[in-house]
């Protein structure tokens, strides 16, 4: 069975603080995706960032990182300098790779709401 | 580009009602998927299909709900009859072969 636990379930900070929020994940499978997703007050689900299992390198984006650790089941992910526009629930997100079907079957953690105060 | 489609954008209806949900995926796309977002159980996903064939409907929480897909570029989600505990924000998704999930905006639905 596959499970994504975000621990975190809200996380208040001042701007241009960085933030990290964390993903643990549990599956059997060797080879798999995790993903992070934002869903801002508006409401929509906007894709960030995919990783494969095989890619263990950190990823940097702007203000955004990602650092995965296969060791730790761990995929978590800091906002460097945060800002009010941050304010969203996170998620992250786990499926197998398909490889054969094409096809990928998310299992999403229970978000962590971020704040973000002037 | 133009995203995965939903809607209805809000649908509010009595208990008892018929109600559909539509969704156009990102064309190209092979792969569409329905979730149902609620506080109490998060994100849970309901159907998926593959090149237009239902692959998975064990999401789905009763013969009430029935999804068809008729062609790639067109989904449903059914709801009859509807019950209040079927409020929710439903999401549509996409993907393609090896790619990520992309999301529309939801339909916020109220059932009274």
């Known amino acids: 069975a596959q499970k994504v636990t975000q621990a975190q379930t809200e996380i208040s900070v001042v701007e241009k603080e960085d933030v990290t929020l964390d993903c643990v994940y549990e599956t059997r499978d060797t080879t798999y995706y995790l993903f992070w997703y934002k869903q801002p007050p508006s409401g929509e689900l906007v894709f960030l960032i995919r990783r494969n299992s095989f890619d263990e390198q950190n990823e940097i984006s702007g203000r955004y990182s990602w650092n995965f650790q296969k060791s730790t089941s761990s995929f978590n992910f800091t906002i460097t300098a945060s800002q009010v526009v941050d304010s969203a629930v996170y998620f992250c997100a786990l499926s197998p790779t398909g490889v054969n079907t094409g096809f990928q079957k998310l299992v999403f953690g229970t978000g962590t709401r971020l704040l973000v105060s002037p | 580009d133009a995203g995965v489609i939903q809607s209805p954008r809000h649908e509010v209806t009595e208990m008892g009602q018929e109600v559909t949900l539509r969704c156009k995926p990102i064309s190209g796309h092979n792969s569409l998927f329905w979730y149902r977002q609620t506080m109490m159980r998060g994100l849970e996903l309901l159907i998926y299909f593959n090149n237009n064939v239902p692959i998975d409907d064990s999401g789905m929480p009763e013969d009430r709900f029935s999804a068809k897909m008729p062609n790639a570029s067109f989904s449903t989600l059914k709801i009859q009859p509807s019950e209040p505990r079927d409020s929710a924000v439903y999401f549509c998704?996409?993907?393609?072969?090896?790619?990520?999930?992309?999301f529309g905006d939801g339909t916020r639905l109220s059932i009274l």
């Open positions: 998704a996409s993907s393609s072969r090896q790619g990520p999930q992309h």
